[in-house]
């Protein structure tokens, strides 16, 4: 699976856009970008994932650029609950995710 | 219902002891999963069960030993533990274990091996 390159730490204003962005430049054709997040001492969070289009649900949207080389994703209005680690996964089968250290996401008040 | 149990929360166990992990999904998906995470470290995948059959092994060592008894339920039993096996153990469970799947974690159990 292709390797992923994130940011190690970013912070937003609250009420602001949150745009996440993650570098996966070997992705190959059949590979799809996943997003996840893990909120202080719980478990994994799905947020959405694509393959080439662009995604949106009720958490965030999914923007993968016409190579497929990066991918950003947007919180629309963060919030303090937003504050996580962000993980960009980019994987074959979604059986086997491969978590690489994320984005530490900190939204301010 | 829509989540993931686990049980217990914690667990403190010695390195002779035997314990099991337990988690439980009721959303009819096919697919189980167990993950380690260290502290401060991301979730690594240990084992995955798909259909009720051990699909993936990633050469976790062999004093972890999964179980899935139906397709709701997954065990983790425990044995001869070393006190570096102290981690937080996440489950999870997806749809379908194949194709553009999401997964769906559990809480976790945080393991000390003392």
């Known amino acids: 699976d292709a390797k992923t390159t994130q940011p190690t730490s970013m912070d937003c204003a609250e009420g602001r856009a949150a745009n996440l962005p993650c570098n996966h430049s070997?992705?190959?054709?059949?590979?799809?970008v996943y997003w996840y997040r893990q909120i202080h001492s719980q478990g994994p969070q799905y947020i959405i994932h694509?393959?080439?289009n662009n995604e949106t649900n009720e958490m965030a949207s999914l923007i993968i650029t016409e190579d497929r080389k990066s991918s950003t994703l947007i919180l629309p209005h963060a919030t303090l609950r937003d504050t996580a680690v962000y993980y960009c996964?980019?994987?074959?089968?979604?059986?086997?995710?491969?978590f690489g250290q994320g984005t530490r996401l900190t939204i301010n008040p | 219902d829509t989540e993931v149990t686990q049980t217990p929360k914690h667990l403190v166990m010695g390195m002779t002891n035997k314990k099991s992990l337990k988690c439980e999904q009721h959303?009819?998906?096919?697919?189980m999963y167990w993950y380690k995470q260290k502290a401060k470290k991301p979730p690594e995948l240990m084992f995955v069960?798909?259909?009720?059959?051990?699909?993936i092994n990633e050469s976790v060592p062999s004093r972890f030993s999964p179980e899935c008894p139906n397709s709701s339920l997954l065990n983790l039993h425990l044995h001869a533990l070393q006190p570096e096996d102290s981690a937080l153990y996440l489950c999870?469970?997806?749809?379908?274990?194949?194709?553009?799947?999401?997964?769906?974690f559990g809480p976790g159990t945080r393991l000390t091996v003392t």
């Open positions: 694509g393959l080439k």
């Open positions: 070997t992705i190959s054709g059949n590979e799809y």
């Open positions: 996964i980019v994987t074959r089968g979604a059986q086997k995710l491969v």
């Open positions: 069960y798909s259909y009720e059959k051990l699909s």
């Open positions: 999870a469970s997806s749809p379908y274990g194949q194709g553009a799947d999401e997964q769906y």
């Open positions: 959303m009819g998906h096919r697919a």
